[in-house]
């Protein structure tokens, strides 16, 4: 069994589809229009989609946090400044870590408010 897709609610699909493009590279691919709402589709990697779904009276979680809901993803700490720099370019805020690891790792808030944690695609995993 593999990730397929990860759905989030936005308010504004169109800029939160330019967001994630801009910002991670995930780019929006065509889909059957036969979901009867404002929606788009965007490829993360191979097999793996996020699918934004607009929703008039969305409120991000009080649980979006480090010790709450947020979504992981892999990405070379080598590159992790040109990234930083794109995300506060593009409205995020940028969150330290609240646990140390023994490897770089950041979190940022999009401006829907999900919170993303960073690590580095080549760390060694922490095992205690």
């Not at 979901?35 to 989609?49: K, R, Y």
């Amino acid at each position: 069994m593999s990730f397929a897709h990860l759905t989030l609610a936005t308010r504004d699909v169109e800029k939160s589809c330019e967001f994630f493009d801009k910002t991670l590279g995930w780019t929006p691919i065509h889909r059957p229009g036969n979901i009867g709402q404002d929606v788009a589709w965007l490829t993360i990697a191979p097999g793996q989609e996020l699918h934004l779904v607009r929703v008039e009276d969305f409120e991000p979680s009080p649980f979006e946090k480090e010790f709450g809901r947020h979504v992981a993803l892999e990405f070379s700490a080598k590159d992790f400044a040109a990234l930083k720099k794109r995300l506060v370019e593009a409205g995020s805020e940028l969150i330290d870590p609240i646990r140390k690891t023994p490897f770089e790792r950041f979190f940022f808030r999009d401006p829907n408010g999900y919170v993303f944690e960073v690590v580095d695609a080549d760390r060694v995993p922490e095992t205690e």
